[in-house]
């Protein structure tokens, strides 16, 4: 197999402890500072990953992602016929014939055509699904283990939280439970290996079936983790001495087995044949310690148990005892392989490959050669607009063009459920809280419907709910209106909590989606400012301002400024003012405006940024800075202004322009959108790729 990292360490050096060079984390380079930089792509959780002939198959919670040759994958879920988005576990057989099971139900796919749904197994909340090679289909969970048979589920074995299933080349299966390992031989004999009778800890993570009858698998207990060797007659445990990293997973790559930490890999050997660090034995079981018994099969009723599911994270490997004698035991070595993930949380085996699940980031699939393809979804990328806010407690919280809520936390993007699972268009932050502005026709019935949530604390309310009548009054019930799609932009102006609302909508005569100005509402008031608006029609004091907009900003008292295809708009004192190539604004597209500190409007032009500051435009700025094209512009909390475009990343600290290019540790160079949260972070967007900058940290300048 191929190394990934120059492997220093060998036996005959006698290295005790297995050592990595420190992973460089990149970072955002500039005079006196520096952001370190994380890539995210993907919002889904992954459970679980199956192949097939020509496709890879990925369970998460927002459905089932089929992945072939390109590199877009299909989504299916329950607007398709599985029953549910909520995907538990995906397990292909040795006809190709694909079973899913969701939340729902077990749903067979042959091809791109789904079968006839199945019941749920009987085994709580499911876990793992494995097809045998003699057509068994086995279920686990946690509540127990039930079994294919016939057109119904008929319960396997004794009631337990299973947390896997590894088949053996031999047809036999181990199961991994929360309190040790079942191996189920022929004729429905299991072999009973528990905690305290050789096995070192009782939570399986992972299993790598080696001879007949014979296991390598990774355990762990609330504080410590063990690698364990089963020969056939009695148990070894094993730990690598200060090995800091949590392991992850366990399986096996061609005929190496790989443990996968967070972000990197290794391979296992035995010691007669491979090199690196030996694995320290700390304990050897009795032999034929095993308790055997035949599975008690019932009808398929649900075994009692546990309603809720144990969750084990991982934990680092077992310190070995002072002066803790040597065990004979069967050698093993651990070296390096190479990074394979940033923060991987799950590990599967596929036909001579593994993958590995990295948050936020999609599967990795390692391979004989390392890292061959990496599998995303690319469900958290935005086409145009990177929809952020802060709430009170500076948490940060996205909003995916799909109409996905997910907060920032330590562990990653999580996503957040809305209120009736509704999906909203646009995103806010204010004093009051983060809001959602959202379409709810099709909850509601009515046409038009509008619903604005606002969050605070830990639970959404509804700051505003209503029916746009585009300033057709009920006198007029019948008359052509545009039929609204969607709020992609929100702003909330001031403590009165006034709302800004930008439309996407069909017009009457069927042209569309388009955009159509703004909706500005105030209590029970509703104005319609837009290019054609008419006070008579549109409410008093509706202005004429042009329909495609790009950005609201109501951040300024009394104000409220525009970027549009026909330059910035400032609302404000009943009257629309627009500042373009007359007034100075050069190539008159603006395609952002931010309200700065001090009363500085920051305005995005075609042909260079610029700013409005006590009623004069200035747009003389340095080439480099123009030739970056910064289309999008956002301010950190330090009052730096960051703009971004496809020709790069530009900042003003207040005296000096920087422009970032290939050499200031920036993975691409090419940007779509740029904002800031209050924890300092910078977002910005590519066209693949969302970049998190961390909070701003003081370095000592290089010296020329």
């Given amino acids: 197999m191929k190394r990934l990292l120059p492997i220093l360490l060998c036996v005959a050096c006698g290295p005790s402890a297995l050592q990595l060079p420190p992973r460089t984390v990149p970072a955002l380079r500039g005079q006196g500072f520096e952001r370190t930089i ?46 549910s988005d909520d995907v538990r576990a995906v397990t292909v057989d040795a006809q190709g014939t694909v079973f899913v099971a969701t939340a729902a139900a077990v749903v067979p796919l042959r091809g791109a055509q789904l079968g006839d749904r199945l019941p749920s197994p009987p085994v709580g909340e499911v876990v793992a699904l494995a097809a045998l090679d003699d057509g068994t289909l086995l279920a686990c969970g946690t509540r127990g283990i039930a079994r294919r048979s016939g057109d119904g589920w008929e319960g396997y074995g004794e009631a337990v939280q299973c947390t896997g ?21 022929e004729d429905d004999v299991i072999r009973e290996h528990a905690e305290g009778r050789g096995l070192p800890a009782g939570w ?25 060797f089963f020969d056939g007659s009695r148990w070894y445990s094993y730990t690598v001495p200060d090995f800091e990293r949590p392991l992850v997973g366990l399986g096996r790559v061609g005929t190496e087995m790989v443990a996968v930490t967070r972000d990197f890999a290794f391979v296992v050997s035995d010691a007669g044949r491979g090199s690196g660090v030996p694995l320290r034995a700390l304990g050897r079981g009795e032999r034929l310690s095993v308790r055997s018994y035949r599975a008690r099969i019932t009808a398929g009723d649900v075994p009692p148990g546990a309603a809720e599911p144990l969750r084990r994270a991982p934990v680092r490997m077992a310190a070995v005892p002072p002066n803790h004698p040597t065990v004979e035991a069967p050698g093993f070595v651990i070296a390096p392989l190479g990074q394979v993930a940033e923060d991987g949380y799950l590990v599967r085996r596929g036909a001579g ?31 145009q607009d990177l929809q952020i806010a802060s709430d009170e407690r500076g948490k940060t919280w996205v909003l995916t063009d799909e109409g996905l809520v997910a907060i920032q936390r330590e562990e990653g993007l999580r996503r957040v459920p809305t209120p009736e699972g509704l999906r909203c268009g646009s995103l806010a932050e204010a004093r009051q809280g983060i809001y959602l502005g959202c379409v709810v026709s099709e909850q509601t019935g009515e046409p038009n419907a509008v619903r604005v ?36 932009m929100l702003a909330i102006q001031g403590d009165e909590e006034a709302l800004w ?72 004192d009943h009257q629309a003012i627009t500042f373009g190539e007359a007034r100075g ?120």
Avoid: C
């Avoid at 990953?49 to 994958?73: C, H, I, K, N, W």
């Avoid at 299933?165 to 031989?185: C, E, K, N, S």
């Avoid at 949530?453 to 300033?471: I, M, N, P, Y």
């Fill in 353 to 383: 490959k593994l993958f590995v699940a990295d948050r936020n980031r999609g599967v990795a699939q390692l391979g004989s050669e390392g890292v061959a393809r990496v599998l995303r979804s690319r469900d958290l990328v935005a086409e």
């Fill in 501 to 572: 609302l930008a439309l996407r909508v069909t017009l009457p005569d069927g042209t569309g989606p388009r955009l159509r100005g703004l909706a500005e509402i105030r209590g029970d008031r509703v104005v319609y400012h837009h290019a054609h608006a008419d006070p008579a029609v549109d409410g008093e004091g509706a202005l004429l301002i042009p329909d495609e907009l790009s950005n609201i900003d109501a951040s300024q008292p009394g104000k409220v400024w525009l970027s549009t295809l026909l330059g910035a708009v400032r609302l404000g």
């Fill in 453 to 488: 949530l606002r969050r605070q604390g830990d639970a959404w309310t509804v700051a505003w709910e209503g029916t746009l009548s585009f300033g057709v009054g009920p006198d007029a019930p019948d008359a052509p209106r545009p039929s609204l799609v969607s709020i992609p």
């Fill in 585 to 704: 604004v050069r190539g008159e597209v603006v395609s952002d405006v931010l309200v700065a500190a001090g009363g500085k409007v920051w305005i995005a032009a075609a042909e260079g940024p610029g700013f409005y500051f006590n009623r004069e435009l200035e747009f003389r700025m340095p080439q480099e800075v123009r030739a970056a094209r910064p289309l999008r512009l956002a301010m950190d909390r330090d009052g730096n202004i960051w703009g971004a475009g496809p020709n790069g990343l530009v900042r003003f600290d207040g005296t000096r322009w920087t422009v970032f290019g290939e050499d200031s540790g920036l993975p691409i160079t090419s940007f779509v959108d740029v904002e800031a949260d209050a924890a300092g972070q910078l977002w910005l967007l590519g066209r693949d790729r969302v970049l998190i900058l961390g909070p701003e940290r003081r370095v000592a300048a290089a010296q020329p």
């Fill in 38 to 83: 994380t890539t995210v792509t993907d919002l889904d959780t992954v459970r679980d990953v199956a192949e097939g002939l020509d496709r890879t198959y990925v369970a998460t919670d927002r459905g089932l992602l089929v992945y072939g040759p390109d590199e877009a994958p299909t989504r299916l879920g329950r607007a398709q016929g599985l029953g």
């Fill in 204 to 228: 399986v993570r992972g299993v790598v079936p080696t001879q007949p009858g014979q296991a390598f698998v990774l355990v762990q207990n609330a504080s410590e983790s063990y690698f364990a």
């Fill in 165 to 185: 299933l590894w088949p053996t080349p031999q047809g036999r299966v181990w199961i991994g439970t929360a309190h040790g390992l079942l191996y189920v031989d």
